[in-house]
């Protein structure tokens, strides 16, 4: 530190899971420029400036203050040459250049639009652009093209899918979701998760995680709560996948983006008349009714707090949590486990400040982790 002045020099951590950060976005003119430079570099299969962007965007947001100059970003972690350039045109003229080329580059708004649609991946869309498709006309119109049931699926509900679902709409699902599994065992465990879980206001879906505390009985979960949605007549889409775990293959599982609970990525309908306050839906739109996306992984309770810790997010800070358990501590984590290479063993957690406790980290409360 070249700083002798007596103000304490507060160090941000280069790890996500070392900070704390909430919904409250201070520097939004920033990270918003940082996501769209992260994202066209990731349809361009460039990772390392994509997560370095991802990265910059993610110390901002953990700052309780708005960044009015360069010379605030000194003592920061993570902010490169790249980014500092582009927060430099920022904060001169309000916008970036190349943010907006970006933004008015055909290939990106393309790719953009077409892996809006639910069942849509970077490789899907790439290879629809290449075939010189631009538009959903385009692609609908091309009879050479074969979508899949999840992408038939999209389209048929892309406006609702496409809008944000509010808190009140995610209390209702979960209350859908509650009943549905209390018929089946009135024991079962029912937990929200991911961005609602984090205190959002607005999400692309809602995440649960539901299990049984009988070791085993779980595995009932799923196909039944399914069916009970099935026989209420909300279920809109299902794309059930069942458990590939297998606690044999720990902590040995390549690094991969999914893990091997039981889960369901689900369209429900949703009645106006069971949401406190009506729907999240276009001004003027007089249905009853709206599609909403949501999630439900099934862990067996022994790996709870992992699959728990995984599902809340956010994604950089569960990257983190895992870059920071590998480099410091030499241990691997993942949504199943936690294992210490040099102990060469698995350490056991039932809560997630277990595992906190075994990483050697504070504590961060799920809505201080929207990193
Ligand atoms: N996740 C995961 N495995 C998946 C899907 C999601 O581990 N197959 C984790 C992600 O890492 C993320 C969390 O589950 O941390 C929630 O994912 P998602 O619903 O995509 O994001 P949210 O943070 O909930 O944001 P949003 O409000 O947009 O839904
Ligand atoms: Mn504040
Ligand atoms: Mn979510
Ligand atoms: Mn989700």
Known sequence: QVCSTSTP?????????????????????????????????????????????RRAASVLKSLPWAVRSLGATLDLPCLGE????????????????????????ERYRTLKLFTSVFGVGPKTAEKWYRRGLRSFTDIL?????????????????????????????ARSLRNIIDEAVRAITPAAIVALTGGFRRGKEFGHDVDFIVTTPELGKEKILLPNIINGLKKQGILLFCDYQASTFDMAKLPSYRFEAMDHFAKCF??????????????????????????????????????????????????????????FARVKQRMILDNHCLYDKTKKEFLAATTEKDIFAHLGLEYIEPWQRNA
């Not at 941000?12 to 939004?28: D, F, G, L, M, P």
């Not at 699926?153 to 809008?163: A, M, P, Q, V, W």
């Not at 949703?270 to 999240?280: I, T, Y």
Request: hydrophobic residues 35%; contains cysteine; charged residues 25%.
């Open 9 to 53: 020099v507060t160090t941000v951590s280069q790890y996500a899971c070392q900070r704390r950060t909430t919904t409250e976005n201070h520097n939004k003119i920033f990270t918003d420029a940082f996501e769209v430079l992260a994202e066209s570099y990731e349809f361009s299969e460039m990772e390392g400036p994509c997560l370095a962007f």
């Open 82 to 105: 790249h980014t500092k350039a582009v927060m430099e045109e920022v904060l001169q003229c309000g916008r970036s250049f190349e943010v907006e080329k970006i933004l008015s580059d």
């Open 141 to 169: 119109a091309d009879r050479s093209i074969h979508l899949n049931q999840m992408q038939q699926t999209g389209f048929l509900h892309y406006g609702d899918i496409t809008r944000a679902v509010s808190k009140a709409e």
């Open 266 to 323: 689900l369209i429900l309908r949703l009645e106006a008349s069971q949401v406190e306050g009506g729907l999240h839906i276009a001004e003027g739109d007089s249905r009853g009714w709206r599609a909403v996306r949501v999630d439900l992984v099934s862990p067996p309770v022994d790996r709870y707090a992992f699959a728990l810790l995984g599902w809340t997010g956010s994604r950089q800070f569960e990257r983190d949590l895992r870059r």
